[in-house]
Structures are given as structure tokens and as C-alpha cells.
């Protein structure tokens, strides 16, 4: 299989659009499309897809990914033989890209002015067709970005829910991107071990995680989860996770009229007297006061069915 590789510009970042879960039959074809607007990043579960970009053929296989540009022909080029399933997910940049046989650095869009402090090109290097790299990982955060968008979209009557669900899928893409992509160049054990627990600790905030957990998941051992985060960003894991849990927390205070209880549940604390001590200690206030008091700074304040402020 000759590698291709796909390299985009991220001055503008890329944007998520939309994703999907589908399954084909045998004997059904993927969608016959030109001048699809999007790039389409697909994750495959089971089964073989055949599918053509303009005049070149591929076949894509159960446990790859596989990335079609926009703006050409898409086709299959031969029915489904098996049942395939995969999900997919449509993205969209303004900024330059290219498609080659080697990773290409590609001019921003955007001009950054080198006034005070040097901003490098940053580019992102993805592999039109290749095994799906930490493949647990990836299809965990691909099916929380699928849930993030069928919420939103389920939400869409309440602005403000609709906007954190907004929120947390473009969040979570950019970090699948970073999960994905070909890194080049390489950079050091430690650093690449730390903002890949940074980023599991982000993605999964609202559930258990333990230093056994990281260390199994990263192949390290326990110990050394907290030395490699102290190392690179100066706090421990433990730090990294309260900090976030209390960040969202306060998204969902100021922008939802969601119960603390049911808040405190959602970012992923059990005991809610557990959380409304940590908060306290944190922003030297509960969570009701600290919604009463922001909320009071906006131009209207919320209120319930009954008329009066959410406490």
C-alpha cells in the first residue's frame, strides 16, 4: 500500500462538523458524491470498504482509519462483500492543505506577525490510510463525540446546553486529531507520556481514574505517572484533575439550570459534599453562591418555572 499523507494547516484550527455510525449490507455501495465540502475521517469497526477518491482505488479494512479529501469524486468502487460498519466524522478547514507521499509543512493562512515572540507554523500530519493507532482510546473518544453531537442536536431548543455540547465535540476532536496524528518531529518520552495523560485526564474527567489506570495505559509504571506530569507541567495528576472537574463545573453552573447534586455527578464526583468542599476551597465560595453571584453579574438572570432565581 503506497502511503499517503494529509497535511493541513492549523492557523485556522480545523472545525468539526458532524459525525455518524453506519452499517452497510453486502451488496450496498458507499454514497457516490463530487465536490463534497468536507474532509470525511473514518474509523472502521468490521468489514472491508472499497472506496475510490477521483481515479485511485482503496480498500480499507476492519481496525484503520482512512481520510477522504474535500472537493473530489467519492465512490465505491465495488459493492460490499461483507457487512462494514464504521463511524464517521466530517470536518472542515479554511486554511491550506495538501495531499503527498511524505508529510509537507503548509503556510498558515493566517499571518502571524513575529512582533514580541516567534509563532511557528504548526501543520498537522495525518496518514490517508493506516491502522488505527490506540484504537480503545480512539473509538472511546470518537463515541463520546458522536453522543456530545446527538445531544446537541437533541438540545437544540436550549441554547445554552446546545453550546457546552458544541463545546465538549469540538474539544474532544481536537484532541482525537492529536490521537491520531503523525507526529513529526518526535519529541521526548517524558513530554509525549504527559500530554497523553494531560489529555485522557481531560477526556475523562467525569469518571474513576487511578495512578494504576494510567500507569496501565500509558505502559508505566504507577509511580512514574506523577513524576512525568510534575516533570513536564509542574503539577500532579491529581492536581490536573480537580483543577478541570471544578472548570467544567462552572460551565454548567452559569450555564445550565442543572442541580449542584446532578452537576457534581456529571463531572464526576460521587459524594457532593465532597465536591462543594473542594469547591469551596478553590473559588472561597459554594457552588450556589457562586452562581448566585455570577449570574447576578449578567444582564438577566435565569429563572425557574416558579419565577425565582436558581439558587
Known amino acids: 500500500m503506497t502511503k499517503h499523507f494529509l497535511s493541513i494547516s492549523c492557523l485556522p484550527t480545523p472545525t468539526y462538523i458532524q459525525s455518524g455510525h453506519v452499517v452497510f449490507s453486502p451488496g450496498e455501495r458507499h454514497p457516490n458524491r463530487k465536490n463534497f465540502q468536507f474532509f470525511v475521517m473514518m474509523f472502521m469497526q468490521r468489514g472491508k470498504l ?65 512582533i514580541h515572540y516567534y509563532t511557528s507554523m504548526v501543520t498537522l500530519f495525518l496518514q490517508k490510510q493506516q491502522p488505527i493507532p490506540n484504537e480503545k482510546t480512539v473509538f472511546s473518544m470518537i463515541k463520546k463525540i458522536f453522543a456530545n453531537s446527538r445531544r446537541a442536536n437533541e438540545n437544540h431548543s436550549d441554547t445554552t446546553q446546545n453550546s457546552i455540547e458544541f463545546w465538549k465535540a469540538q474539544q474532544l476532536f481536537i484532541d482525537l486529531l492529536q490521537q491520531v496524528q503523525v507526529q513529526t518531529p518526535p519529541e521526548s518520552p517524558t513530554v509525549v507520556i504527559a500530554n497523553k495523560i494531560q489529555r485522557y485526564i481531560e477526556d475523562h474527567y467525569d469518571e474513576k481514574i487511578t495512578y494504576e489506570e494510567l500507569g496501565k495505559q500509558f505502559h508505566i509504571h504507577p509511580n512514574s505517572v506523577s513524576i512525568y506530569m510534575k ?81
Not at 484533575?241 to 450555564?255: G, I
Open 50 to 114: 472499497y472506496i475510490a477518491e477521483d481515479d485511485t482505488q482503496y480498500t480499507v479494512h476492519a481496525g484503520e482509519m482512512f481520510v477522504l479529501q474535500p472537493q473530489v469524486h467519492h465512490y465505491s468502487w465495488k459493492p460490499m462483500d461483507e457487512t462494514t460498519e464504521y463511524y464517521w466524522i466530517h470536518f472542515a478547514t479554511t486554511g491550506n492543505y495538501v495531499q503527498a507521499g511524505e508529510p509537507k509543512q503548509v503556510q498558515s493562512l493566517i499571518p502571524v506577525p513575529a
Open 231 to 311: 516533570k513536564t507541567f509542574g503539577i500532579t495528576p491529581n492536581m490536573l484533575l480537580t483543577k478541570y472537574r471544578l472548570e467544567e463545573a462552572t460551565k454548567y453552573l452559569l450555564l445550565t439550570s442543572d442541580q449542584v447534586s446532578k452537576i457534581a455527578t456529571r463531572v464526576g464526583y460521587q459524594n457532593i459534599y465532597y465536591f462543594s468542599m473542594t469547591f469551596k476551597k478553590h473559588y472561597g465560595m459554594s457552588p450556589s453562591q457562586y452562581r448566585k453571584k455570577y449570574i447576578s453579574l449578567k444582564p438577566s438572570t435565569p429563572v425557574n418555572s416558579h419565577g425565582t432565581q436558581f439558587l
